[in-house]
C-alpha cells in the first residue's frame, strides 16, 4: 500500500475534518498544525548527512509545511531517538542545525528524547493564522493561475549524486540535504489574497503536488513544462526531466491563484474545465490522471 492510502483509511476510520491537507486548521484556536517523521534508512542515510544538516532538513520540512497552509510558523517541538552509539556532540550539532533552520522567525518550546535501535525523528511544528488567509488543496477555481515558487529537480539529483559517492555539483547535494521553506513567497501570497485558494509544498514532487491540487479541487491544470524553473546542472542525468516532475524535496511551492494576484511568482498554467494534469512537454500535450501521477511517484512503505 502506497502513504496516500493509509491517510485515506486513517481519515476514514477517525472522521475528521481536519485531515486532508498537510497542515489540520483550527479555526477556534487560531492555528495549523503537523507533524513529520524522518526514519534512518528510509529518509535519511547516516553516513551521508551530518548532524547538524539532520537537524536542519528535520525543522524546515515542517516549516514548509506551515508556510504552504498560508500560516506564519511560529513553534516547535521535536522528538529524537537515538541508538546507544549516539553521543552528546550529536546531539548538540543536530539542535544547533534545528535551531538555524528556525531564522529567528520560529522557536523549538520541546520535545522528547528517547533510545531506538535507529535515528528516528519526529517534529510538530505550530503556525499562527491571524491576519492570513489559509489555503486549502479544494481551493483551485478555473480561470486561476497556476505559479510556482523554487526550482524543482535538485533535491533528487543531489540523492542521486551522494548515493554515487559523488560531491559536486555541491548546490545540488545542498538542495537535498539542506531544503528551504519558500517562506516569503508564501507570506506575500497569504496576506494578500482575498478569495479561496490552494496552496501545497512539493515534497513529494511537482506533479504530485499538481495532480492532487487537480483532483481534490474537481479541475484541469495546464502545465508548461518549459515554465517551470530548474537549475541547468541536472542536464547531467539521462532522466532530467523525471526528475524535475517527481523527484521529490525540493520543498518549493505551487500555488492556484487569481489572475489579478501579483505575488512576483513564475506562472507555468492555467486552470480550466476538467480533471487531471495537462503537461505541455516538447510540443505534445501528456494528460496525467491521479492514477497515472500515482503509479510514478516515492512510495515510503515500499522497499526496491
Known sequence: MREKDFISIIKSTLDSEYIGDDCAYLKDLGIVVTQDNLVEDVHFLRNSITPFQLGYKSVMVNISDV?????????????????????????????EGAKTAC??????????????????????????????KISSRKNAKTGYKVVVSGVHGSSSAGLKLILNGKKEPENLIKAHLMPKAQVEFCRQIAQNVSVDYAMMDTSDGLMDALSTIANESGVLLEINFDKIPYDDAIKQFDDWQNLILFGGEDYGIIAVVPESLDCGETVIGRVKDGLGVDLILNGKVLHYSKKDVEEKIFNHFKKD
Open 67 to 95: 508556510c504552504a497552509s498560508g500560516a506564519a510558523i511560529k513553534y516547535l517541538t521535536v522528538g529524537l531517538s537515538v541508538p546507544d552509539n549516539v553521543d552528546g556532540n550529536f546531539i548538540k550539532e543536530f539542535y
Open 103 to 132: 531564522g529567528g522567525f520560529a522557536e523549538i518550546v520541546g520535545g522528547d528524547v528517547t533510545s531506538s535501535d535507529k535515528i528516528f525523528v519526529s517534529v510538530c511544528a505550530i503556525g499562527k493564522t491571524q491576519g492570513c
